[in-house]
């Protein structure tokens, strides 16, 4: 923790730093103790030991390397029966279809949904130190199952990022505090305006209400698995009646 102190000054400056720091300390404590079972379900999965991969932990925003003031949360690995629990409700249409992980971090949800036939993977991320890992990590994840071996990197806010014009599935994983995603949800619902499409969003810990309240999305399917709750959304126009 104490590690964190020269990204610290940097981000927040010295009289900052004095009187915020300590205050970081014990609330780094704290939540390592939560999450110890936390860790120890990653580290007892096996995941990374099996592929020589770099995904688990927590990493703060700031301390690599994403700027301060962007509204961007801390990565945290999704659980590998969280994830694919989710993906089952893409299923077939994933054929041609684009996935874009927002906030991708060091990009385990892009490697499981490499065994999905998607025609490309994006990665899209405020700190591009996380995207040369999840680059790495892409490059190292070779299972048998992997039918996907197309990954673009994007290093920039998700609020500038236009969307691809292909069918899609937007993968979040509470990447944003509410006021950003409210904003980021207006962009996704802007190009679906510009280029009627099928988009689904599948959403991990979705403590937003954005997507369920809007009027371009309909709630498809939701669960719990691994810890971690998710829910399933596609476009209206696409979406399948009851």
């Known amino acids: 923790m104490l590690s964190d102190l020269p990204r610290y000054l940097r981000s927040r400056g010295l009289a ?23 860790y120890q379900a990653e580290s007892e999965d096996g995941f990374d ?20 003031g962007h ?9 590998v029966e969280t ?3 989710a993906l ?13 992980d927002i906030g991708a971090g060091k990009g385990r949800a892009v490697l499981l949904a490499s065994h999905l036939p998607f025609r490309s993977l994006v990665a899209l991320d405020l700190s591009a130190d996380m995207l040369r890992v999840a680059a790495d990590n892409f490059e190292k994840y070779r299972p048998r199952e992997k039918s996907c071996h197309e990954l673009a990197t994007v290093c920039m806010d998700a609020l500038d990022y236009e969307l691809p014009d292909d069918r899609l ?24 305006e510009k280029s009627p499409r099928e988009i689904v969003v599948l959403y991990v810990n979705p403590i937003c209400d954005a ?3 809007s009027e371009e999305f309909v709630l498809q399917a939701e669960g719990t698995a691994g810890r971690q709750h998710w829910q399933c959304f596609r476009s209206r126009r696409c979406a399948p009646s009851d």
């Open 49 to 68: 030991a099996r592929f020589g991969t770099d995904t688990t932990g927590i990493v703060e925003a700031f301390s690599f390397g994403r700027p301060e």
């Open 16 to 38: 900052r730093t004095l009187r915020e720091f300590p205050g970081y300390l014990r609330h780094r404590w704290l939540r390592r103790q939560y999450y110890t079972g936390y």
């Open 88 to 100: 089952a409700q893409v299923g077939s249409d994933a054929e041609g279809a684009v996935f874009v």
């Open 71 to 79: 509204g961007a949360h801390r990565y945290e690995a999704v659980s």
């Open 211 to 213: 997507f369920r309240n």
């Open 83 to 85: 994830l694919e629990e």
């Open 169 to 192: 599935v937007v993968y979040l994983f509470n990447p944003f505090p509410a006021e950003v995603m409210a904003e980021f949800v207006e962009r996704v619902e802007a190009s679906l």
